[in-house]
């Protein structure tokens, strides 16, 4: 069974950069799809970005594109997250996860959590001055 360990958060101002990781062991994550959630005070969790297993395609939620950058080391075994140009409504417990590739990306991704069998406990990132 594949587990998750999220790092990489912290607190840092608005503008500025951090890059989370999303380590795996007992399993392989090329075989996966990877998927980075987030979960804010009081809302509920959304979807930030996901990575392809077959070719590294890449999709982002609206409010992250062009800032945020998701990319995977297989050597590593290992899923990044570059976020750049922070805002304070970035502020969240960011989690990731795994799950098999079993249709096309976009409508994976569309439809939600169920689709990802595997998490992390998350990590917290806080954008504030």
């Known amino acids: 069974q594949v587990q998750l360990v999220e790092s990489g958060g912290g607190l840092v101002q608005p503008g500025g950069s951090l890059r989370l990781s999303c380590a795996a062991s007992g399993g392989t994550l090329d075989y996966y799809v990877i998927g980075w959630f987030r979960q804010a005070p009081g809302k509920e969790r959304e979807g930030v970005s996901c990575?392809?297993?077959?070719?590294?395609?890449?999709l982002y939620a609206d409010s992250v594109q062009g800032r945020f950058t998701i990319s995977r080391d297989n050597v590593k075994n290992t899923v990044y997250l570059q976020m750049n140009s922070l805002k304070p409504e970035d502020t969240a417990v960011y989690y990731c996860?795994?799950?098999?590739?079993?249709?096309?990306?976009?409508?994976?991704?569309?439809?939600?959590?169920?689709?990802?069998?595997?998490w992390g406990q998350g990590t917290q990132v806080t954008v504030s001055s």
């Open positions: 996860a795994a799950g098999a590739e079993n249709q096309w990306l976009p409508r994976l991704w569309a439809s939600g959590e169920s689709n990802f069998d595997y």
């Open positions: 990575i392809s297993s077959h070719d590294d395609s890449a």
